[in-house]
C-alpha cells in the first residue's frame, strides 16, 4: 500500500485491491497498450463523521476563557493506489483536496467554566464514500499477435473535511 499524503495531517483509507486477467500464455510477451476504459462506481453511501483532531492548548487549565490564535489545518488524504483518472475524479465530484482551518476563528474569545481544567479542543468534520476504481488496459501479445485485456479495480474510500468545530473540553 502507498501512502499519499497531502498537507499537515492525513487519515488512512482502506484499500482492497481485485485483479481480472484473461487467460494470456505463460510465455508471452506483452506490450501494454494503455488504458483503454476508466469508471468510478459508488460504493455505499456518503456518511459524515465527527472526529476528534487536537487540542489547542497544551496542559489543563482552570481557564475563565480561551482566545484563538493557532491555526490548525485538516486535508483530504487518500492512502492507495489509485489510477490517475480516479484521483483526478474524485478531485472534480468528491471535494478531494478540501481543507479545513480555524483561521477565520484567529481572534475569537470562547468562555470556559473557570471551576474546572480544561483545554480547547478542535474537532472535524468528514464526508466518506466508498468507490471502485476500474481499469481496463489492453496490451499486445508479440509472440501471437493477438490483443489481449487486464482490468485492475481498486476500492478506495476518500475522507474529506467539511466543518471544523473548536470548543471547550473538560476533565
Known amino acids: ?79 492507495a493506489n489509485i489510477s490517475t483518472a480516479g484521483l483526478k475524479w474524485l478531485k472534480a465530484n468528491f471535494s478531494y483536496n478540501n481543507t479545513r482551518t480555524t483561521k477565520s476563528s484567529i481572534g475569537t474569545t470562547i468562555p470556559a467554566n473557570s471551576s474546572k481544567n480544561s483545554k480547547l479542543a478542535f474537532d472535524v468534520k468528514y464526508k466518506k464514500h466508498t468507490y471502485d476504481d476500474t481499469t481496463k488496459y489492453k496490451f499486445y501479445e508479440t509472440n501471437t499477435n493477438k490483443y489481449s485485456y487486464q482490468t485492475k479495480t481498486y476500492r478506495v474510500t476518500p475522507t474529506v473535511p467539511v466543518d471544523s468545530y473548536i470548543y471547550v473540553k473538560y476533565q
Not at 497498450?33 to 456518511?47: D, E, F, L, P, R
Not at 482566545?67 to 486535508?75: L, P, Q
Open 1 to 79: 500500500m502507498k501512502k499519499i499524503i497531502l498537507g499537515s495531517v492525513a487519515f488512512t483509507l482502506v484499500l482492497t485491491m481485485a485483479v481480472s486477467l484473461n487467460a494470456t500464455p505463460a510465455n508471452a510477451q506483452l506490450q501494454n497498450m494503455g488504458a483503454v476504459s476508466h469508471s468510478m462506481v459508488s460504493k455505499s453511501s456518503t456518511t459524515y463523521e465527527r472526529k476528534f483532531h487536537s487540542y489547542l492548548t497544551t496542559s489543563w487549565a482552570k481557564a475563565n476563557k480561551y482566545t484563538v490564535s493557532k491555526s490548525v489545518t485538516a486535508t483530504s488524504s487518500v492512502s
